[in-house]
């Protein structure tokens, strides 16, 4: 079975700080995929990142790093500089396997930066 | 920002009564989906569809049908609404299975 689980239910942090949202993700396939997408309070859900199994290559862009680490399952998201604009819910999602068309999402971490 | 309009955007229905929701897309994409969003859930897939007519559930599909007869439209019924589907839901559409989703605007919909 797949799952995506991150911890961090809320984070709060104040202006220009770092801060990493954690995803932990389980599945038996070797093939399989990850996501990243961003829920700003207007509502609306939008793509960030999407990374394959085979690729561990950190990436960034901007202030955005993403850490992905097969040996334990993670794939950690950084934001460095925290801005307000920042404030949002952040998911983590998995594809995987023969149910690859099936997109497991994590419950999301809710990150507020404080001004 | 891809061409996804789901209608309508708010709805208040009673316990029992048919709903459906209609999703459309002007990106010619194979997969649709829908998702449901509920607080400390995040998004559960309801049912997907990967072609015309071609659909499949989700993991929460228990209460809800799907259609699609053509590429542009996915509709989502709930034939007899009950109060435990309360939720926002999301439209979402993907070039491939393993691309990345665009989502719509999403409904908010109250079963009193």
């Known amino acids: 079975a797949q799952k995506v689980t991150q911890a961090q239910t809320e984070i709060s942090v104040v202006e220009k700080e770092d801060v990493t949202l954690d995803c932990v993700y389980e599945t038996r396939d070797t093939t399989y995929y990850l996501f990243w997408y961003k829920q700003p309070p207007s509502g609306e859900l939008v793509f960030l990142i999407r990374?394959?199994?085979?690729?561990?290559q950190n990436e960034i862009s901007g202030r955005y790093s993403w850490n992905f680490q097969k040996s334990t399952s993670s794939f950690n998201f950084t934001i460095t500089a925290s801005q307000v604009v920042d404030s949002a819910v952040y998911f983590c999602a998995l594809s995987a396997g023969q149910s690859y068309d099936k997109v497991i999402f994590g419950p999301g971490t809710s990150l507020s930066v404080i001004p | 920002d891809a061409g996804i309009t789901q209608s309508p955007r708010h709805k208040v229905t009673e316990t029992g009564t048919p709903v459906t929701l209609r999703c459309h897309q002007t990106e010619n994409h194979r997969y649709m989906y829908w998702y449901r969003q509920d607080p400390g859930h995040g998004l559960r897939l309801i049912h997907y569809s990967y072609g015309v007519k071609d659909t499949d559930k989700g993991e929460v599909s228990d209460g809800y049908s799907v259609s699609r007869s053509k590429t542009e439209d996915f509709l989502l019924t709930l034939e007899s609404a009950t109060s435990s589907q309360t939720s926002v839901y999301f439209c979402?559409?993907?070039?491939?299975?393993?691309?990345?989703?665009?989502f719509g605007p999403g409904t908010r919909l109250t079963v009193t």
């Open positions: 979402a559409i993907s070039e491939w299975a393993v691309s990345e989703q665009y």
């Open positions: 990374r394959n199994s085979f690729d561990e």
